[in-house]
């Protein structure tokens, strides 16, 4: 039972214990809109802390008002003070709940499940059934894996998950490599910053080619294609065109080979930039369509020669013999 | 071949005093065994541990909806005219492929234990169907799970087999990856019971289709059977396409043949390594080892990843010729494939119809 009662002070930052960082959630922790907002209007809302058994006070919500005061150099700062009978469980749903309404990112929702259940010791269940809903989440629990997969990021691509806005199905895929792995992995990806979809792509492609291979992801990435594409002077959706080519290629060796081969034999048909030909995705169809763009009838003649004209060559009917 | 994992029963009190339930109870003695109405379910998604957990819990319970169904087929393939009746939902076996593991929904195997009320129903289908060659059905019990890995504690083929013995117009089809025949040996099936095998190189039935029996295995019990004087299939399904395939499948089929006489054969099907992509993150996890999610497969129009086109064709016409070459006359057909492909493999496509029978062949 909780005797004391909650006070509200100013403290010094000096009573804090800086380096305990139990109820941290928030990342990063450096807020530079909070840090100028704060310069100009102060601290708006008190830091919640909780006296510790030395009588240190332990952040229980506020690290980064504290990271930002402390940037601005104040060395007081209005705090809510909460008694050393506080169970922790109840401090980490204070913690969690302050900062809902501004709802929390990837990494902070991992980092509130990841310290639920290994630090206050929630149970998996526990979990689910509480803070799921209450983060906005479907509760079940291969969701709940993937977010707590994300601690196994390295920081580096931690912080590259948060700035690009990352879908936690690409994140956990990557947190299942090793720090190797993500280190290589990053030193692809920062430079040619992909969307989702082919970020997506790149990494099942990369991915199952190390499986079939029973190589790692870093050796696909340190191959000798990438290096070649970096050093080139494409510019970056190029180079990433280029890069997602490579990987497919590695993937699909048969698909690649034969989508080479049409490509060949549709150049030796010389068609003009106004016939198109377009074949069924992965040839599954029987069917061609010719795309024929004209202004006047005239045209639209010069057209239908030069496809009659094509439809003798032996090109053409290695094309129709792939269907 | 491992038995069972099998380690929980449990039953729905409606379901207690049948007679497909005591068997299965006398049989495996040593299990426990709970009664309820409701056996837990998960309130959230079913997780891999679910299924890797409804191959040890076996619910028995009554089964309530329509029980003769069409083979759902897929959009755009040629499809075989083929219904199924699902006496279970689970499997005893384990496959890295099994589709099972992306549309179960309970962490359970369910047997259905009112067997009088599938066969009241199905009779009655049979009898208001028009008789003719077109209105012969064709009925498998194993779209949902091995016709035969339960039968040595259900009996249920003593039951089924000599119930379609007596169908004019229909054929039970018990596909298997096991050798559990026994029970069929001494029953009276007057042609009307095919005994139909699915088979693999044994690479790959060591590598994916854990539980099941070795080729050699099944290829005894088939001719145990042929013996016993069933029909018989055999089902090249799912085809996977690896380093040495060419060898290893034109050994299945010199195996197949050096034991089975073609004469017996009603009909062999192929069909190549197909999943929906959401079975490929289960298979990753269930089985990391696998090399089937690995493969040169991409997406097909009815949402299905498939080997790349001129792969398929590739394989179904080697295949084809070798089994051409020993069992000229046995009907074979391709399962799940478009036209253009029936077009490259047998130079036509079956009939304009995307439902055909077996006769059409
Ligand atoms: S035998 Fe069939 S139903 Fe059973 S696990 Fe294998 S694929 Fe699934």
């Not at chain 1, 180079?239 to 993937?251: D, F, G, N, P, V």
């Not at chain 1, 639209?300 to 792939?322: H, Q, W």
């Not at chain 2, 089924?160 to 026994?182: G, I, Q, R």
């Amino acid at each position: 039972m909780m005797t004391e009662q909650k006070e509200y002070r100013e403290i010094s930052v000096d009573e804090i214990a800086g380096d305990d960082e139990t109820f941290l959630i928030s990342y990063p922790r450096l807020d530079e809109g909070l840090c100028r907002s704060l310069s100009r209007v102060g601290l708006l809302n008190p830091l919640l802390v909780r006296k510790r058994r030395d009588d240190r006070l332990q952040i229980i919500s506020g690290f980064r008002r504290l990271t930002a005061c402390l940037e601005n150099g104040m060395e007081k700062v209005p705090a809510l003070i909460y008694p050393k009978g506080m169970d922790s469980l109840n401090a980490f749903g204070l913690a969690v709940h302050d900062n809902l309404s501004r709802g929390y990112n990837l990494v902070e929702k991992s980092n509130i499940f990841h310290k639920l259940i290994n630090l206050i010791h929630a149970s998996h269940d526990e979990a689910i059934r509480d803070y799921m809903p209450l983060l906005g989440l479907n509760p079940g629990p291969s969701l709940l894996h993937d977010y707590l997969s994300l601690q196994n990021l390295t920081e580096d691509m931690r912080y590259y998950v948060h700035e690009t806005d990352m879908p936690l199905s690409c994140a956990s895929r990557i947190a299942s490599f090793n720090d190797r792995e993500q280190d290589t992995l990053l030193e692809f990806l920062r430079p040619l910053r992909p969307g989702l979809n082919r970020l997506r792509e790149m990494l099942a492609n990369a991915e199952e080619t190390a499986a079939r291979e029973g190589n790692d992801i870093a050796d696909i990435f340190s191959r000798k294609e990438f290096k070649v594409i970096s050093d080139s002077d494409a510019s970056r959706p190029r180079k990433l065109e280029m890069a997602r080519a490579a990987l497919k290629k590695m993937r699909f060796p048969e698909v690649s080979a034969t989508e080479s081969n049409i490509n060949e034999l549709t150049k030796a048909l010389k068609l003009p930039p106004d016939i198109t030909l377009r074949l069924p995705p992965y040839l599954e169809g029987d069917t061609i369509r010719a795309e024929l763009s004209f202004k006047s009838t005239d045209a639209l003649r010069r057209l239908a020669e030069k496809l009659m004209e094509v439809s003798d060559l032996e090109e053409l009917k290695k094309i129709c013999g792939l269907l | 071949m491992e038995k069972y994992q099998i380690s929980e029963i449990y039953v729905e009190p409606s379901a207690m005093e049948r007679e497909l339930t005591r068997r299965v109870l006398s049989s495996l003695p040593e299990l426990p065994v709970y009664e309820t109405d409701e056996a837990r379910t998960s309130p959230y998604e079913i997780t891999t541990e679910d299924i890797a957990s409804s191959k040890k819990r076996l619910y028995i319970r009554d089964y309530k909806g329509e029980p003769l169904k069409p083979c759902p087929g897929t959009q755009g393939r040629l499809c075989c005219n083929y219904f199924i009746v699902n006496l279970a939902v689970g499997c005893p076996l384990d496959c890295s492929y099994c589709i099972l593991q992306h549309y179960i929904n309970s962490p359970y195997l369910t047997l259905y234990a009112n067997i009088d009320y599938f066969l009241e129903k199905i009779d009655a289908r049979l009898e208001a169907a028009p008789t003719g060659r077109s209105a012969a059905f064709r009925i498998g019990t194993g779209e949902l799970t091995d016709s035969l890995a339960l039968d040595p504690i259900t009996g249920l083929s003593q039951v089924l087999v000599p119930f379609f013995a007596e169908k004019e117009n229909a054929t039970l089809e018990l596909k298997t990856k096991t050798a559990e025949v026994t029970n069929l040996l001494g029953l009276e099936h007057r042609g009307k019971t095919v005994v139909a095998w699915s088979l693999n190189p044994q690479p790959i039935i060591d590598s994916d289709e854990a539980y099941s029996a070795s080729l050699r295995e099944r290829l005894e019990a088939a001719l145990l059977c042929q013996e016993a004087g069933y029909r018989l299939a055999f089902h090249f399904d799912p085809i996977v396409n690896y380093r040495n395939w060419e060898q290893d499948y034109l050994e299945v089929v010199e195996e197949l043949f050096a034991r089975v006489k073609p004469e017996n054969i009603s009909w062999i099907s192929m069909g190549g390594l197909r999943f929906s992509p959401d079975l490929k993150p289960i298979m990753r996890e269930r089985f990391p080892e696998s090399h089937l999610p690995l493969g040169e497969l991409i997406p097909c129009e009815d949402g299905k990843l498939r080997y790349f086109k001129p792969i398929r064709v590739a394989i179904y016409r080697s295949l084809l010729s070798w089994i051409r070459g020993r069992a000229p006359g046995v009907p074979v057909y391709l399962c799940m494939e478009s036209a253009d492909v029936w077009r490259h493999v047998f130079g036509r496509a079956p009939s304009c119809d995307p439902k055909f029978t077996i006769d059409d062949l």
